[in-house]
């Protein structure tokens, strides 16, 4: 065998081996991605005992998600967005607020919901609706001291009452009441210029 021959044997061996190195490689991460991915779907279907759900973690002032990655969108109350959405831009444009000035908000009203409830136990009570359009479970969210959260976190004047949409009437009448009291003592974000009294003619 000529010295070009078998340097093309060895080139052709190394090749064979490098594309066989590249499929395997190929198939481990495809493999890698569908282990990943179902172990994330088995964990989703876990069935949550909502009478004491576990907060992993919390998206801004007024949803979280529970252990099971499922989000839960707490009933009748809105905090400012924190995030980047049309409906930023909407309440930007009805309250006449910066989206920036809004985001900031927002931030200091997850911080607030963040420190109140994360990693803690809660009990989920539904009304009439249990998901909205966004399949997000709509719940009243007890804390395990029987805290009403979405009471607290409007009482502290960190998020607004929403009652453009019917639910229940007593918790109903509990965030009027939180609202007027967040708002007539300035407690959080009341206490800001222009603060969340701008973003009340966004809702």
């Known amino acids: 065998m000529s010295r070009s021959a078998h340097r093309h044997d060895r080139f052709s061996t190394l090749k064979f081996i490098g594309i066989a190195l590249a499929a395997i490689i190929a198939v481990f991460a495809v493999a890698h991605r569908q282990y990943f991915y179902s172990r994330i779907a088995e964990t989703t279907k876990q069935t949550v005992d909502y009478q004491n759900a576990y907060i992993r973690k919390v998206i801004d ?37 910066d989206p920036a000035e809004i985001r900031q908000m927002g931030t200091v009203s997850y911080e607030f919901l963040r420190k109140t409830c994360e990693k803690q136990y ?82």
């Open 61 to 97: 002032g007024d949803t979280i998600i529970l252990a099971n990655y499922e989000k839960v969108r707490l009933i009748g109350i809105d905090a400012p967005e924190r995030y980047e959405c049309d409906k930023l831009f909407r309440n930007a444009s009805d309250s006449g607020l």
């Open 122 to 203: 809660v009990r989920l009570q539904f009304d009439h609706e249990r998901y909205d359009r966004y399949g997000r479970i709509l719940a009243f969210v007890f804390l395990e001291d029987g805290t009403l959260l979405n009471e607290l976190i409007v009482q502290e004047g960190y998020a607004l009452a929403m009652l453009r949409f019917e639910f229940n009437h007593n918790y109903r009448k509990r965030l009027i009441d939180a609202q007027e009291q967040a708002r007539t003592g300035n407690k959080g974000l009341w206490a800001e210029r222009p603060g969340l009294k701008a973003l009340l003619k966004s809702l």
